[in-house]
């Protein structure tokens, strides 16, 4: 919503910096709209899981942004995390996609496997890179879905991500935080 406002009252000023990139919100809606589109051509419907295992970044940001689009639950992972950490989060959230930069995709390769919900890794990058047992796509591929906005609703009390906490007293734990409390 508060996105759907700003394209009305100033879509084309600038909307968000993050890591030196500044996105106007028409930049933002164009991009999560291909995502939460590219998605739901990939199966994800809202409530369903995207993982990200990106470094901050514009690709970060959009990444979060499509998912929320789609009305699914974004699950950005720590991109410190390996093995056992990594295939936690991936398997608890129930993580359908993951986004991961092409330097940490040898990580998903080790615990792929292992991670029953997992079908569909997109690295990425310009360079092609592939982890066996899912289906492979590139972040080119995405973005080259329609920029129409998906036709679903997000009610404010709806998932919008998981933040997984440090795990000083066991494994990582998901915290489900709402549109709403985004908001």
């Not at 330097?103 to 592939?130: K, N």
């Not at 289906?135 to 933040?163: E, Q």
């Amino acid at each position: 919503e508060l996105l759907d406002r700003r394209l009305e009252s100033d879509p084309d000023a600038a909307y968000l910096d993050v890591c030196g990139h500044t996105a106007t919100a028409a930049e933002v809606a164009s991009v999560a709209n291909r995502l939460a589109n590219a998605y739901g051509e990939l199966g994800v419907r809202p409530g369903e899981r995207v993982a990200t295992l990106i470094e901050n970044s514009a690709e970060a940001m959009f990444a979060w942004w499509g998912a929320v689009r789609a009305g699914a639950v974004a699950v950005p992972v720590n991109t410190a995390y390996k093995g056992e950490y990594l295939r936690h989060q991936l398997a608890d959230s129930g993580a359908r996609v993951l986004v991961v930069e092409p330097d940490l995709a040898e990580r998903v390769e080790r615990i792929a496997d292992q991670v029953d919900s997992l079908e569909h890794v997109v690295v990425l990058g310009d360079a092609p890179r592939s982890v066996s047992g899912v289906l492979n796509h590139t972040w080119a591929d995405l973005l080259s879905a329609d920029d129409d906005a998906p036709a679903v609703t997000v009610r404010p009390s709806d998932l919008a991500t998981f933040i997984y906490t440090g795990g000083t007293t066991g494994p990582s734990k998901g915290c489900m935080l709402s549109h709403n409390y985004h908001e």
